[in-house]
């Protein structure tokens, strides 16, 4: 690896198994020399993280949920025990109820669409808040978006709604963060088999239509977003915030895909 990330600390949140979009980050950051802290939710992760976080040299496996303030509270408290600094945050934490990722948005409960809203978008902001206090020189955050948060893709449903929501938060936060060196950025990641993904209705054809029809004519993995992250994590990306960059094989840009026989 390069040295890239040597001596810069970072959180990782949102990392359940090894096809996690938060491992493909981890293992980008770290093979550049960062050191590495992670936070799970619920007692049934910790087993899958604490040998994922060992394989990356990292012993501070922190337990977290963000949809109540006292567990972060305790996540930060549990940081600042062994880091006197913070440089970089990965957000990759949404969830909604799967029994909504299906069917019509329309329908969407009211109670589903604050629970998505909470967990999917202000949880970052109020990691935000926390992670802001210990980046005493200056630092980087990233979150986890999808391109239905801006083109009605089927059964992203409220998710879509919540991703706008987020990718907006990331805006208003690269602004209020910024003076002090703090930059704020989000990937929008193609389709990837995950846990998360496994919810959504019909996704195997998704992952389907995207290899047939995005520019580099295949899906991404968790190492391509790896990549990417690095470079709006490290210094490569000192001058990149607010921004919503897409490691989709291109997707976002096709209109309507030509037909590849000469002649129709
Ligand atoms: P994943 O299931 O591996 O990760 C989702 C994580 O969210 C899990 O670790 C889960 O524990 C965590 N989480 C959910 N509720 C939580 C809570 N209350 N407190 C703390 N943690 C909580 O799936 P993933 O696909 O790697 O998802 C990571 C991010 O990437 C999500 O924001 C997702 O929306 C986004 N994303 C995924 C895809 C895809 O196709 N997989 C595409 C674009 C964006």
Redesign the pocket.
């Known amino acids: 690896g390069t040295e890239l990330m040597r001596g810069k600390r970072g959180l990782i949140?949102?990392?359940?198994?090894d096809?996690?979009?938060?491992w493909g980050i981890a293992k980008a950051c770290a093979g550049a020399g960062a050191d590495l802290a992670f936070?799970?939710?619920?007692d049934a992760?910790k087993k899958r993280v604490d040998p994922l976080a060992a394989q990356l040299g990292s012993d501070m496996v922190l337990p977290?949920?963000?949809?109540d303030e006292s567990s972060i509270d305790a996540l930060f408290d549990g940081l600042k025990a062994r880091w006197d600094r913070l440089d970089f945050v990965v957000?990759?934490?949404?969830?909604s109820d799967k029994s909504e990722l299906r069917g019509r948005y329309v329908d969407t409960s009211r109670a589903n669409f604050a629970m998505s809203m909470d967990?999917?978008v202000y949880?970052f902001t109020a990691v935000m808040q926390r992670a802001e206090k210990m980046m005493t020189e200056g630092g980087a955050a990233l979150?986890?978006?999808?391109y239905g948060a801006e083109q009605v893709m089927p059964h992203y449903n409220v998710?879509g709604v919540a991703?706008a929501a987020l990718e907006a938060s990331v805006r208003y936060m690269a602004e209020d963060l910024g003076k002090d060196g703090i930059r704020v950025n989000a990937i929008?990641?193609?389709?990837?088999?995950?846990?998360?993904?496994s919810g959504i209705g019909d996704f195997r054809y998704i992952l389907k239509w995207n290899e047939l029809n995005s520019p580099l004519r295949r899906n991404v993995t968790?190492d391509d977003v790896g990549g990417s992250a690095l470079y709006l994590l490290s210094d490569l990306g000192s001058a990149v915030t607010g921004e919503v960059h897409h490691v989709d094989a291109g997707y976002h840009v096709v209109g309507m895909k030509a037909v590849d026989a000469p002649d129709i």
Do not use: E, R
């Open positions: 949140m949102g990392l359940a198994n096809k996690s979009i938060a936070s799970y939710q619920g992760l977290c949920d963000v949809g957000h990759a934490i949404g969830f967990i999917s949880s979150t986890l978006t999808y998710m991703k929008s990641a193609g389709p990837i088999k995950t846990l998360a993904a968790i």
